[in-house]
């Protein structure tokens, strides 16, 4: 066989095996994330610290929730929410910095991990 013909052949075979890892992963990673989002927060803290980074606007359901103030939370981003949190445990309201960092996820079961590990919350809070 000639050597060219080889080559060829080899790079061929490699650019379809890549192109397949490449689907295959495209393909399982964000199946895997639909199937656990429950993992992707496996704390309240961790829901906490995403929130305090979330910046794009709530979704529509979201916009109704009523804020431990009385106002519905409109267009309130997760890091606006968390901002308010961090405000209210300085000044030493801790129940009212849960409930405000509570609402920043929309998840029931994110709500729950925050309240659940509302310690760690606080403290995180407080920094």
């Known amino acids: 066989m000639n050597m060219t013909i080889v080559k060829f052949r080899?790079?061929?075979?490699?650019?379809?095996?890549?192109?397949?890892?490449?689907?295959?992963?495209?393909?399982?990673?964000?199946?895997l994330v639909m199937l656990f989002p429950a993992a992707s927060h496996a704390d309240g803290l961790s829901a906490v610290k995403a929130c305090e980074t979330d910046t794009s606007p709530p979704e529509e359901l979201a916009r109704l929730t009523i804020l431990p103030?009385?106002?519905?939370?409109g267009s309130d981003t997760a890091a606006t929410l968390i901002r308010v949190a961090k405000e209210k445990a300085k000044e030493g309201k801790d129940a009212e910095a849960i409930q405000w960092a509570v609402l920043c996820q929309?998840?029931?079961?994110?709500?729950?991990?925050?309240?659940?590990?509302?310690?760690?919350?606080?403290?995180?809070?407080?920094?």
């Open 10 to 31: 080899i790079s061929a075979y490699l650019r379809t095996v890549q192109v397949s890892t490449t689907r295959t992963f495209a393909i399982c990673i964000p199946a």
């Open 69 to 73: 103030n009385g106002e519905t939370r």
């Open 106 to 127: 929309f998840e029931a079961t994110e709500q729950e991990a925050i309240k659940r590990d509302s310690a760690a919350v606080l403290q995180y809070l407080k920094q």
